[in-house]
Structures are given as C-alpha cells and as structure tokens.
C-alpha cells in the first residue's frame, strides 16, 4: 500500500462528510457483468456520478461555472498533497468526492490551462512510477473529461479497471494474435489490441523517455480533430515489475447518440476512461435496467474510430521509407560531432587515398543510426562549416544537423560526408528548405509528391547501369551520338559551318559516389537544421510514398521557381530527349493561350510563402532586365568559362525551346567564337552567379548589353511560383500536379 496516499484518503475521509458518505454509499452500489467484445466489463448503477456524466461542456457553460479543480473554488474540507512532474511542472492531489474506485485520485495542475497530453504524458508516467500501486488515467479534453478547462489526470488502485487485467494477462501469456505486435523504438514496444474495441493499442517499456517517445509517435500517426491539437484519446498508464506499460483508445465521439436521444434509447451516460477500461457508470436506474451486453457494445463501438480509422493509424505505425544515400560537403578535411556518444567535435581527414580518423585509415567510415521508418527521425549527427548555395550569390557556410547514418568515403583527393536518410525525412528537408513552411498545405503537398518522384527517379536511374552490366551491352545505348547519350557531357566539335561548340548539361551520371547531392544542382537539402513546420510534416505524411508515374515509370518530375508564363521541355535543359508529361503549355487555367498567368504575380504574402528568405533577395523573376557594358561582360564571360574570347562583340540566339529558353547561344568575341548550350551554361556563362533563366533577348544599346528575360530557372515541370498561387485559389494538390504534368499518375510506391 502506498502509506502517503493511503493516509491522505483517509484523512480526506475523516473531515469531508460528502466525501465519506459517496464512498460509503460505492460500497453498496449494484453491478452486472457484461460480454464486450469478448472483454467482460463491469456496469455500476452509481448515482453519485450523475454531476459528472451530465455536465454542460459547451465553451459557454465553461466560462460561466466556476473550476472545481481550482483551489478557490473548492470546498474548505478538500486538501491536496503535491506532486512534481517534469521540467518544474506542479499538481495537486486530490480526493474525487463522487468516487467510481474505493480509491479515486485527481491529479490536477496548479495553473488553469486547458486539459492537453502534449508534454505532460511523462508526468504521468512519473506519477505511476511513484505510486507503483497505483493506475493513472487522462481523459482527453473531447473524451470524456468533465473539466476539459484545467488540466487534470486521475488516478485509481491497480486491477480494478478489467482491460488493465486483460493486457497484463495477454502480456504475461505472449499472445501475439490477440496482442499484435507493430514496432518499437530502444527499450520500448508497441502493440495492437485485437478485441474488444477498435483504436486500442497497448505500449510496454523499460524507460520512460522510450515508451514517450513511441506514444508521440502513435498519436503523430491518429487523425487530428480540426478543433484539437491533440487526437481524441482515452489514456491509462501503470508500472508492471519496473516496466511502463500504457493503453491508449483512440475514440471517433466524445458522447454516443443515446445520449442526446430523447426517446426510449436515451442514456445518460458519458464514457471516460473509467467506462471504456470496462467498468461502465450507469447513474440512472432506468439506464443501469436496459443496458445489455448489445447495446453496450452498440455505445463503443459508436464512440471508438472505425475500422478504416484503425487500419489507417497502423498503416502508418509499419509504413516504410526507402533509404537514400545524399552527398552532403567534401574537403580535406570534415569537422563532424556524432550527438548520441558524448564526444563533441571530431575531424576525419584525407591521408593517402584512405580516411584517417584518430590516428587510424580507412576506405570508408560509418557511423550508423536508424532512421525510423514510420515517422520522422531526430537528429544524429552535425556537420560543420556545410557550403550551401555553390556558386549562387547567396553562398555561405553554416552548420548543420541530419538524421540518419553518416558515412565517409574517399572521393579522388577528397573526404566526402555522405548522409543516408530515409526518403521522408530527406524531403522534410527539402521541403522546409526549398520554400518557407508556412505555405499552403496543398501546394506543399504537391511539392512532396514531385520531389519524391524526382528524387527516386535519380536513385532508379543511378542503379540502372549495374543492371544493364549484369544483362550485358546494349546496343542501342552503344549506338547513341556521344553527345546526347550520357548526361553531364562536354562536347567540342565543329559543325558544318566550321563553328566550334561547347554543350554541356549536369544530370543523372554527375554522381555515382551517392544518390543526390544536397545543394541546388539535385534539390536544396539542409538536413534537420531548416525550421520545419506542422505543415510540413503533414504534407509529407499525407503524400507519404506518393509518386507521379507515366507509362509504369516514375516521372522526372523537375521543377523550378518561375516558368515565365510558359512551361518549356525537358531537351531544352538536359539530355536531347522528351517526355509526355513534360509539356510546353502556358501557365493559365486549363493552359488555355491567352490566359491569366499563375506565376504573374507579386502577392507578398504568396512570394513570402514561397520564397526562403535568401530567395527574397532575388525581387524580379517573371520579368527581369540585366545589364553589363562591353567590358563588363567580356570580363564576366572570360572569368565564368575560363576561355579568352577577348572583347565580346555579340551574343547571337541559335536555337531556343518552345519558351523562349535558349539551348544555343553563339558568343562572338575578337579573338574566339563558340556555340555554347545547354540552358544552364548560358545562365552560368551570363551572371556572377546564375542569370534567372536563359529565356532572354539580346539587345546592345551603344557598348551597353541589354538583357530581357522572362522566369527564374529552367521552367521545366512544376513552377513553384504559379502553383502557389494555383493553392490560394483553391486548386487541390492533384490537380496541381496534372496542370504542370499532364497525362501523369499519382502511385503510391
């Protein structure tokens, strides 16, 4: 017995004359046993717990009772012992005068705020481990809890509620058909309860930091009210032989139908945990007298989600990601700290062709996490002085954290970090860092499915040629024009007309250490050290292993931040082939020529959404102007290609795309003239960094070069600016998505 509380009660019991007589009066009242879904539960007729079950719980009763868990309001007889939850975090204990238990505790905290599990859950946990004698129970603010206003838990002596019995029993017997195992975190384990009810799972562990960790997880994966920041749950926790072990009820209503009925199938009765942990308090005789084992079961069955709902939060439990391996810096040397050992700030070095690293060489270091496969992970390594923004104006060396596995490999003179990372978690970064959080959930839902697709189209193309080798040649690959067979070539030839041309596109074969790279040239990957919002993470977990398809294969879904008004195709930018989905249509509802373009627009709150805040440095993009004088970009051209043209004397378009883009562009100087292409060495060629897009009209006014050009970037595939304003105007995601890749198929794989 725990003598503190014991006493407590007791005295309570000595001074408090309501108090003694309701606990009194629970040792006489009547109850039956009932067959609920194979759990025999117990009915009490208790009168005493009519002020409980039929409480006004509107916002406007609300604020007009007065709190009886706050200590003006209670009466002069009720006292309290106090105890310390986490972080400083105090509560009051308190006896509950209309007692379902012969011991019923409230467990309340000292300020009034709104009954919430966020945060407070290993309070709980604490509490049962201080009180191992003891279950403790929480009633969601829509789940039965008749003060939703102050924070509360409740407590009752342990076996006394039947499904508490029922789990230790299936835990003690290793039933692994009634109790379904899901998945488990480090000490901690979690399990699917096959009866009685839908939504009821059941987590066991050894710490309490592990079983928190997989009951966040759990109620990350249970659908959100839209007036809740937390699902609707019942909650019981209680310590078994040093071991934590919880029940959670996922409920679809707070109260059932019955309750506001006013013919013969009313009940008086609003099930909380005591109810639904199978003893059922029936306050009205008339309602204790009908209640049979039918329509008790009618009542939970009515109030838990349902078996979609349940099939869901588990699909969601077991999910999976597919691993990815993104390369992330190289030097030298890389400072690095791994955050799980304790060691602080590392180095590994390049020494010999091999990795050195504490006085040891290697061909390659791992330092291994798990990246969790239902949910996002946490961070598990840093890395420092990470180069983010290569050759843009807004270049700059920052420190970063990542999930997942680090791995070191030599890479010619080089050490490279290479992060491997659960696809999920890679675009939770990808996501935060390519546009601000606080955007549209649909057009950030849309801009999960097509940075999923690309970047799983890249890991399918990568592995490909392993494939092809274990198949043998293939003639026709063999057969191709050298200069559009492979991506990332470059090409000098002379032309017919004596020209002599440098082609160049960075695509699929630039990597073949890793899958991606995390900077621009693949997609902007930041690791976890990227603001990442609940937005976000929902778009993600709503799209999870959604993909855009066209004839059984995952689209190249590329995409860019303004088309300019038309969409351009893939052969403009990258390697001379096309693809039916990637279509130069304008960028107006239903393409029609002509009309309103999504991308023209400088709605602040938009571009703020969209833009990141070294993205707002760039302030014009669907109509832009640059200008250099003769000198200027001779210099310029000199210094980005590395060639001596001498003084440029023209700038001739030889071949655009269906945008306008160029994909040839003839630079004349004195002493050297070329043809060069594709889109991206022209944008390169052009700027200090990047000029916006290649979608441009040469003009020279005197030795002054004018440039008018139209977008920023390639203008292939999704244009971020134009679908953002597509969300605003209301456009779901999947029609986003056909409007930017027509004839394409949303698949989850």
Not at 692 to 702: H, L, N, Q, T
Request: aromatic share 10%.
């Amino acid at each position: 017995m725990d003598n503190n509380i014991d006493k407590f009660i007791k005295d309570q019991l000595s001074v408090w004359p309501l108090a003694a007589e309701n606990y009194r009066d629970l040792k006489k009242v009547e109850t039956k046993r009932l067959d609920v879904g194979g759990l025999e539960i117990i009915v009490q007729h208790n009168p005493c717990r009519k002020i409980s079950s039929e409480a006004a719980l509107d916002p406007k009763s609300l604020s007009e009772r007065p709190c009886f868990l706050c200590p003006e309001n209670r009466p002069a007889q009720q006292t309290h012992i106090e105890f310390e939850g986490r972080k400083g975090r105090k509560y009051r204990v308190t006896l509950n005068p209309y007692p379902i238990f012969p011991s019923h505790l409230v467990i309340s905290s000292f300020e009034h705020t709104r009954q919430s599990i966020w945060h407070r859950y290993q309070d709980l946990l604490d509490f049962v481990s201080a009180h191992n004698e003891y279950l403790g129970f929480y009633n969601g603010p829509v789940s039965g809890a008749s003060a939703p206003d102050h924070q509360h838990f409740q407590a009752c002596p342990q076996g006394l509620m039947p499904l508490q019995n029922r789990v230790d029993a299936l835990l003690a017997a290793g039933d692994d058909k009634t109790l379904e195992y899901l998945t488990n975190v480090k000490e901690a384990k979690l399990f699917h309860l096959n009866e009685y009810a839908n939504g009821v799972f059941v987590l066991c562990g050894g710490t309490a930091k592990s079983v928190a960790k997989l009951f966040y997880r759990l109620m990350d994966c249970a659908p959100m009210p839209e007036d809740s920041d937390e699902p609707k749950i019942n909650l019981f926790t209680w310590t078994h032989n040093g071991e934590y072990r919880s029940i959670v009820i996922f409920r679809e209503k707070h109260r059932p139908h019955n309750y506001y009925s006013t013919g013969e199938d009313h009940l008086a009765m609003s099930p909380g945990c005591a109810d639904l942990g199978g003893v059922f308090v029936a306050p009205k005789r008339e309602d204790y007298d009908k209640l049979d084992s039918e329509l008790l079961t009618a009542v939970v069955r009515e109030i838990t989600v349902s078996e979609e709902t349940e099939k869901g939060i588990i699909w969601r439990l077991t999910r999976t990601q597919r691993r990815l391996e993104v390369g992330i810096m190289s030097g030298k040397e890389i400072e690095f700290e791994i955050i799980s050992d304790g060691a602080g700030r590392q180095k590994v070095e390049y020494s010999a062709g091999r990795i050195s690293y504490n006085g040891v060489l290697y061909d390659e270091l791992v330092f291994e996490a798990q990246t969790e496969a239902t949910m996002f992970a946490e961070p598990s390594f840093i890395l420092y002085g990470v180069t983010i923004g290569v050759d843009f104006h807004w270049e700059r060396k920052v420190t970063q954290k990542f999930a997942g596995t680090l791995k070191f490999i030599v890479d010619g003179e080089m050490v490279t970090a290479v992060n491997i990372v659960g696809v999920e978690d890679y675009l939770l970064s990808v996501i935060s860092s390519e546009m601000k959080a606080s955007a549209g959930l649909e057009f950030l839902k849309a801009h999960a499915v097509i940075s999923r697709s690309w970047v799983m189209a890249q890991v399918e193309h990568r592995r490909k040629p392993a494939i092809r080798q274990a198949q043998g040649p293939d003639p026709v690959a063999e057969a191709a024009s050298p200069v559009t067979s492979t991506g990332s070539v470059t090409t000098e030839l002379n032309s017919k007309a004596g020209e002599e041309e440098y082609i160049k596109w960075f695509d699929h074969d630039d990597h073949t250490l890793f899958d991606v790279c995390a900077d621009d040239h693949c997609q902007r990957y930041q690791g976890l050290t990227m603001a990442v919002g609940d937005t976000v993470r929902k778009a993600i977990d709503q799209t999870w292993g959604l993909v855009l398809t066209s004839e059984g294969q995952i689209c190249d879904a590329r995409f860019s931040k303004c088309c300019g008004g038309r969409m351009e195709i893939f052969s403009t930018c990258w390697e001379d082939k096309d693809y039916p989905y990637l279509q130069p249509l304008p960028d107006t509802p239903d393409c029609a020529e002509g009309g309103d373009v999504f991308c023209d627009t400088k709605d602040e709150k938009i571009l703020s959404q969209v833009l990141n805040d070294y993205d707002l440095e760039t302030k014009d993009f669907y109509r832009w102007t640059t200008e250099y004088s003769r000198t200027e970009v001779s210099e310029l051209v000199r210094r980005r290609s590395g060639i001596d043209f001498g003084t440029i004397r023209d700038l001739v378009p030889i071949e655009r795309g269906p945008s306008g883009r160029l994909k040839r562009l003839k630079v004349v100087g004195d002493r050297k003239t070329m043809v060069i292409g594709k889109e991206l060495i022209i944008r390169r060629w052009l700027s200090e960094s990047h000029l916006k897009s290649s979608a441009f009209e040469v003009k020279w006014i005197g030795d002054r070069l004018v440039l008018d050009g139209s977008g920023w970037g390639h203008g292939v595939g999704l244009c971020q600016i134009g679908a953002a304003v597509m969300a605003s105007k209301g456009y779901t995601f999947d029609q986003i998505l056909l409007h930017y890749y027509p004839g394409s198929i949303l698949e989850r794989r």
